[in-house]
């Protein structure tokens, strides 16, 4: 197992330049300030956060400062903390690479500041939020003191500065925090599953992949890894790795987790774990998110692989909720399921949002395009759709890639005006899905006020 070097090294090296102002890079400055490492920390955005994030750090005695970089000072730094936000083409990041710094993620600084901390590490194109989230919770449902943290929302550094040092970490990794995170080193990876995304940063879908199997970038002969054996990528990718491999699948009965269609069970280790009917989250994609949590947990605390370990594993999946913005279902509000899905920001996530569907399903589909062609969702629309409504940025490409083959009508860049027209076009017995394949940045600040958004004029809150 990699152990990562001090944070307090850093010192070393002189100042560190902390890039992006958001709630990681502002967690990291803290972070590396409290050990007594110099930082100098900087935003480009001179939005209000961003001010007064930057105000924040002043007051705190840390030199920060939001409306732009210093770029030469950024040029002198030894080390470079950046933002996962922060493109690599970034002015900043380039002044970085021209000064020959050391970049690290955020994750970086703190797994240097939570020496010997036990984490499971969960990547993927889709499902990490979910299998993060329920990892967690199978964890506590054991009795293990446990936090998620990550690209789930609360920053590494955060449950550093906290001083209190959990029992495990659980910690949702995306490709851009991988490319920057040398000591990774989980004693459990999981591998939800690969498709194309984010080809909007990356140059090529190599790239991305590529950044995705640094999750296992120092795996040894111990490390045990949970890969999802319906994936053909991931089973390539990962199939001459180090370590102990563990799969999940929902059409292998072979594998160490897995679903019996027939008797319509969850199956763990070779035994029943639980009923389909009991598990109270949506589409067959989120029995793949319930085996890998499962079989996570199973491996990362070889104490509790008891009867009464899987009794306690199953009554946490029975009481899991959905997460926000993830295929959730808000309610019923005239005969009409209303269901939130605003995380689907890629191709992928949008198919098996659809394929979850059993209502005639009238799809929103929109906002700014992340590369992959939406003819990849006609196997899906067919026999689901009844109504594709297109709107910002991305409307006009979607209307060309769908238009000749389902029925799509494209809206303008009001919100309103898209589940007003939602409204209007659903029939008691429908469902309306909010799965928009894109990103959010043309019209919201985030998935998350999207989603809100949504919930609040869907359900007239």
């Not at 930082?39 to 001179?46: F, I, N, Q």
């Not at 690290?104 to 299998?131: C, D, F, Q």
């Amino acid at each position: 197992m990699t152990t990562p070097a001090p944070l307090t090294a850093l010192s070393a090296r002189g100042e560190v330049a902390v890039i992006g102002l958001g709630r990681s890079g502002g967690a990291a400055a803290r972070l590396l300030a409290r050990v007594g490492v110099p930082v100098y920390a900087s935003d480009a955005g001179s939005g209000a956060a961003a001010m007064e994030a930057a105000a924040a750090l002043t007051a705190e005695g840390i030199a920060a400062e939001a409306g732009r970089h210093d770029l030469e000072r950024i040029r002198r730094a030894r080390t470079v903390v950046v933002s996962p936000g922060v493109p690599p083409s970034a002015p900043a990041l380039e002044a970085a690479r021209a000064g020959g710094a050391l970049v690290l993620s955020e994750i970086e600084v703190a797994l240097r500041a939570l020496p010997g901390v036990p984490y499971v590490g969960i990547t993927g194109t889709n499902g990490k939020t979910t299998v993060t989230a329920l990892i967690a919770h199978l964890l506590r449902a054991l009795g293990h003191e446990t936090v998620e943290a990550g690209n789930i929302g609360t920053p590494l550094s955060e449950v550093a500065l906290a001083g209190r040092r959990p029992a495990w970490v659980v910690v949702e990794l995306s490709s851009f925090q991988l490319h920057d995170t040398p000591s990774v080193a989980p004693q459990v990876a999981v591998l939800t599953n690969l498709a194309p995304d984010h080809l909007d940063r990356y140059a090529t879908l190599e790239e991305y992949y590529g950044d995705k199997m640094l999750l296992f970038r120092n795996a040894g002969p111990a490390s045990v890894r949970v890969v999802n054996g319906d994936d053909a990528e991931v089973m390539r990718r990962t199939a001459s790795l180090a370590g102990i491999a563990r799969r999940f699948a929902l059409a292998d009965s072979d594998a160490d987790a897995t679903y019996d269609a027939n008797r319509e069970m969850l199956t763990l280790a070779g035994s029943a774990l639980l009923e389909r009917t009991l598990l109270p989250l949506l589409g067959a994609h989120n029995i793949a998110n319930a085996l890998a949590a499962a079989l996570a947990v199973w491996h990362a605390v070889p104490g509790d692989q008891t009867t009464a370990g899987r009794a306690r594993i199953a009554a946490g999946l029975r009481g899991f909720k959905a997460i926000a913005h993830r295929l959730e279902p808000l309610g019923e509000r005239d005969g009409v399921l209303w269901v939130n899905d605003s995380k689907a920001t890629n191709i992928g996530a949008a198919r098996v949002a659809l394929e979850a569907m059993t209502r005639p399903t009238i799809l929103l589909l929109g906002g700014r395009h992340k590369g992959e062609p939406y003819t990849a969702l006609l196997d899906a629309l067919r026999g689901r759709a009844k109504a594709v409504l297109a709107y910002g940025e991305s409307a006009e490409r979607i209307a060309h890639d769908l238009g000749a083959h389902v029925a799509v009508e494209r809206l303008g860049s009001s919100f309103e005006q898209v589940i007003a027209r939602a409204r209007a076009l659903a029939a008691p017995g429908d469902a309306v899905l909010l799965a928009p394949a894109c990103s959010s940045y043309d019209m919201f600040r985030n998935y998350e006020e999207r989603g809100a958004t949504f919930r609040r004029l869907a359900l007239g809150e």
